[in-house]
Nanobody, 122 residues
Framework: QVRLTESGGGLVQAGGSLRLSCAAS????????MAWFRQAPGKEREFVAA????????DYADSVKGRFTISTDNAKNTAYLQMNSLKPEDTAVYYC???????????????WGQGTQVTVSS
């Protein structure tokens, strides 16, 4: 079983930066694909970014391209989401996800973290 623990969320002003972390424990086979999703109140969970544990392939939602960067540290079994130039519309609960493939939809990921709140004030 894989356990994912997110950290790094908080309150930041528009234009600021945050770095989210996702520490994974358990069989690494199940964390071939690592991703971040987010869910704002009243909205569906949406894809933000995804990568392979090796960092060889990365993909981003159009809304965050050029501002967010996903990365992994295999030695620490941790994935990161560096978020720069934050906007109020980035406000959401951010979830880390892991699975045996890399995709853009929630069903493609078997394991999920508990979520961390990111709030961007204007």
């Amino acid at each position: 079983q894989v356990r994912l623990t997110e950290s790094g969320g908080g309150l930041v002003q528009a234009g600021g930066s945050l770095r989210l972390s996702c520490a994974a424990s358990g069989p690494t086979f199940f964390t071939y694909g690592m991703a971040w999703f987010r869910q704002a109140p009243g909205k569906e969970r949406e894809f933000v970014a995804a990568t392979t544990r090796s960092g060889g392939i990365s993909d981003y939602a159009d809304s965050v391209k050029g501002r967010f960067t996903i990365s992994t540290d295999n030695a620490k079994n941790t994935a990161y989401l560096q978020m720069n130039s934050l906007k109020p519309e980035d406000t959401a609960v951010y979830y880390c996800a892991a699975g045996t493939s890399v995709g853009k939809t929630p069903p493609e990921y078997r394991f999920w973290g508990q979520g961390t709140q990111v709030t961007v004030s204007s």
